[in-house]
């Protein structure tokens, strides 16, 4: 996908546009200009990933920057210091909304321009791909009358899609919704929305308090920074209001960790904490090109310590004119976990670790499904693949300190490092593209459908119904005489067409 300009010839303006717009046909997140000293390095983001897109030689690099800062409403003679702007107008009939970030840095200056999609949150939380467990959390602890609910997550893993598709949910007339953010990314129609600007004073902590005197039902604050947010949000919880948040952990038991850091008195972060949502992205393989594979031997222990299954075949990415090396799109990998009053007792008594641990993950029916049992499962069904779960998620400390034979049968069978020489020792496999109409010889239970992106999608036309995954998902029983291609993706959702759907129709 690499572009070569007539730089020479073609207006400046017209560069800009088709290198945003281009980026937009991509799905990507983010444009790079990076400045070298003998010219500039454009790289678009792509489900996660920087890949090359153009360069541009040093006579327009000055050119190129001063553009994209025009657009933005940037002060164009500043070069020393960082700026922020924005870019709301229609380019090459895409309506976009940016947000662009300048640095400084030796070569010159370096843009980030962040393309911003919500069209994931206005397709509400049916479509983020929950499974139908985790979907029916989320509608458990969203109904609550107060109390604080935490989506966590590393920087650009969707946290933000998540928070306003459950304020979508909550926006109903009878309810009193205002916001605090910073920036306000998206503009909802009936949420009172502020924007800080700490310049002036008017933080996140000062724009709280006001809140609360506003009469408000549901409290949206975009990020808890500091402790002193924290409390804030703990203790509008616990006067009657919603308050929903982001913040920047791992999973539930970071996250419970984190905020008692912060100094937050421990009755009340018991009191008050409603559920947790943590989740992670990871690509989708790309459902032209995926094919079958036997698991190896680290994978079989895995999925049978995990899943509770043998499950000897999973798919993994060929690559196709489709797709990005195999892979097409991301999904987002969850943990939704509910506070029920034992884990209320425990925090508030300080219970140790490992006890706290044992609460929120060995609990059977009441515990929280960990990220590596929700990816495994998406793993089984197709929509990932389990080098992607390995990326993203660290094994060892999902399994926990209570599964030291686990931990020691990996150790001793097949290590981590090792998969990589298993995979290298099989036989080469072709790459083979898609073909019109070939029969497998094997016929997974996996559901072989669509894979939407769970990062960009462009129109409403692309929003489904309901996509909600299965919980429990049969691995292909069959075994592998060949590589089996599969046939081509019919135009269907890949997820469920409703939520009670029965497991045996995949």
Do not use: W
Request: net charge negative; proline share 5%.
């Amino acid at each position: 996908m690499f572009k070569q300009f007539d730089y020479n010839n073609r207006p400046i303006v017209e560069i800009v546009n088709e290198m945003i717009s281009d980026a937009v046909k991509h799905d990507a997140s983010d444009i790079h200009l990076d400045p070298y000293p003998d010219n500039l390095h454009i790289r678009i983001r792509i489900d996660g990933e920087l890949v090359d897109y153009a360069i541009a030689p040093d006579s327009v690099k000055k050119n190129l920057i001063t553009r994209v800062k025009i657009m933005a409403g940037m002060n164009i003679t500043e070069t020393r210091l960082p700026q922020d702007g924005a870019i709301k107008q229609n380019i090459n009939g895409y309506d976009l909304d940016l947000r662009v970030s300048s640095l400084p840095i030796l070569d010159g200056e370096k843009v980030v321009i962040r393309i911003l999609d919500y069209s994931m949150s206005t397709a509400g939380l049916e479509n983020l791909g929950f499974t139908q467990e985790n979907f029916n959390k989320i509608d458990k602890i969203i109904k609550s009358p107060h109390g604080i609910i935490l989506v966590a997550g590393a920087t650009g893993s969707g946290k933000s899609t998540t928070v306003y598709a459950m304020l979508q949910k909550l926006n109903t007339p009878n309810r009193n919704v205002i916001t605090v953010e910073d920036p306000v990314e998206m503009k909802i129609e009936g949420v009172n929305q502020v924007q800080t600007m700490s310049e002036i004073g008017l933080t996140f902590s000062t724009t709280l308090r006001s809140i609360l005197r506003q009469d408000p039902d549901v409290i949206m604050i975009g990020e808890i920074r500091d402790d002193e947010t924290a409390r804030i949000a703990v203790r509008a919880s616990i006067t009657g209001h919603l308050v929903l948040s982001t913040i920047h952990t791992n999973n539930s038991l970071n996250t419970i960790e984190r905020l008692t850091d912060m100094e937050v008195e421990r009755y009340l972060l018991g009191a008050a904490l409603t559920g947790i949502v943590s989740q992670r992205l990871c690509k989708s393989l790309c459902p032209h090109c995926r094919r079958l594979r036997p698991t190896t031997d680290y994978e079989k222990i895995i999925f049978k310590e995990v899943l509770k299954q043998d499950v000897p075949q999973i798919y993994e990415p060929v690559g196709c004119d489709q797709c990005i090396q195999g892979y097409k799109g991301r999904i987002a990998i969850h943990e939704v976990l509910v506070i029920d009053q034992e884990i209320r007792d425990g925090i508030i008594n300080n219970v140790s670790k490992d006890e706290l641990r044992h609460l929120v993950y060995n609990r059977p029916e009441l515990s929280a499904s960990t990220l590596l049992n929700d990816g495994l499962k998406k793993v089984l069904a197709g929509y990932t693949s389990f080098e992607e779960i390995l990326r993203i998620i660290d094994i060892d400390e999902d399994l926990g300190d209570e599964d030291e034979e686990i931990k020691s049968a990996l150790i001793g069978n097949v290590k981590k490092e090792e998969m990589e020489e298993l995979h290298k020792n099989e036989p080469e496999q072709v790459k083979v593209q898609p073909v019109q109409s070939v029969t497998p010889q094997v016929q997974p239970q996996a559901v072989n459908q669509t894979v939407p992106s769970a990062s960009v999608m462009r129109s409403q036309e692309d929003i489904v119904e309901v996509k909600t995954i299965p919980d429990v998902i049969q691995a292909p029983q069959s075994t592998v005489t060949q590589t089996p291609v599969q046939k081509p993706i019919q135009s269907q959702n890949y997820f469920a067409s409703n939520l009670n759907f029965d497991v045996d129709t995949l």
